[in-house]
Every structure is written in C-alpha cells, then in structure tokens.
C-alpha cells in the first residue's frame, strides 16, 4: 500500500484534474438511472446511449418495464452485451419495486441489492449519482488504475473497494468517477497513456510506458 502522503497526493491530483466528474451515462431521473446502470455492465456507455432512448420510449417508467414482454425487451438492448439476463433482470427488478416498494426505487444499499440484477456496484453507482453518497463503487477501470497505483493489491472488487474507501475517506463519490474516467482514457488496459498521465511520477506499475 501506498503511504498516506502518496495516497493524499493521489487524491488532490485527481480531483484537481476532474473536479466534480459524473457519469457519462445519459438518463433523466432515477428509473432512468438504475437502468442505465443495469444495462452498462460490462458494456461501454457509449453502447448503453445508443440503447436507451427507444428502450425508454417504450417503456417510460417503472409500472411500464414491470409489465413488459420479455421478448419486447430483449430485442430493444439485443446490442448489449449479455442482454438475455440483462432483460430479465430489467423486468424482475421492475416488478419487485411496484410489489415491495410501492413503485418507489429505494435509495438505502440493502433495498437496492434485494432487486434483481443490483449487486453492490450497481447499487453504490446509484446512489453515488443520485444522492452524491460517499461511496466507491469498483468497475473493470477501478480496479485496474488502482492496482497499478499500489493503493489496492485486493483480489476482488468488493475488497479492493474496501481499500479504496479507508484510504481516501471522502470525498468518494468523486474518485470514484475521476477513477472511471482515468482508467478509460488515460490509463487504459491496453497501450495506457503514460507520457501524458499525470499520475505518472506516482506509478510503478509494471504495465508503464516510457
């Protein structure tokens, strides 16, 4: 792990760098929103942009998705990766939402993860964008930028979350999209922009390109 004076040096330059960043998926309001999330797992924004204004014509709110036909879904987000499960899933976490929680998206962590297709990342990204909640939320980009800054040698997301959220304390909701953003555009898996990332004098990450 990095010393408490590397991890708040890490800390200021990504926020100096991204202000107050939120997520580049497109939605209106909170139905809108935990869809999008839903849908964006491992599939890019962009691709879920694409998807969701016909998929939301269709089917506009929660009521409506609760009573969709399968199939009907299916063929609207059938570009998206994984988009059988991801269907079902979309009308199963409808459903429960109109019987237990009176047509009514939760905004507590436990709620959201009772619905289907909502694990703990897609439930902190939720409330992370809706209620700016101070929580890390660990995608494929989280995950990578922060093993190769050394402020995570955690096996999964959840743990790696775990680090993240008592090394940087606050403020999380921010990191965690800077984090995002970083990792898609600077410090990418494959041939990750070195020479202009300013985090470099801070790497040593065995993936660094001089």
Do not use: W
Not at 26 to 45: G, H, P, W
Not at 154 to 175: G, H, I, M, Q, R
């Amino acid at each position: 792990m990095r010393t408490k004076k590397d991890i708040l040096e890490i800390k200021n330059l990504l926020l100096s760098h991204f202000g107050e960043p939120t997520t580049e998926l497109k939605f209106r309001n909170l139905y809108e929103l935990i869809v999008c999330v839903m849908l964006s797992a491992q599939c890019t924004d962009k691709r879920v942009n694409l998807i969701t204004p016909a998929l939301f014509r269709e089917f506009p709110d929660i009521h409506s998705l609760s009573n969709a036909n399968l199939g009907a879904v299916k063929m609207l987000i059938n570009s998206c990766s994984f988009f059988n499960n991801k269907a079902q899933n979309l009308i199963k976490m409808a459903k429960s939402v109109v019987e237990n929680f009176g047509g009514e998206i939760p905004l507590n962590e436990k709620d959201l993860k009772s619905l289907a297709g909502v694990g703990q990342k897609t439930a902190h990204v939720v409330l992370i964008e809706h209620c700016g909640a101070n929580f890390i939320a660990v995608d494929t980009h989280v995950f990578r930028v922060s093993h190769r800054l050394g402020l995570s040698s955690a096996k999964t997301p959840e743990l790696t979350e775990n680090d993240l959220t008592k090394a940087f304390v606050s403020e999380l909701n921010y990191l965690h999209q800077a984090l995002v953003l970083f990792g898609r555009y600077t410090c990418k898996a494959v041939k990750p922009n070195c020479k202009e990332c300013f985090l470099s004098h801070l790497c040593k990450s065995k993936d660094k390109i001089l």
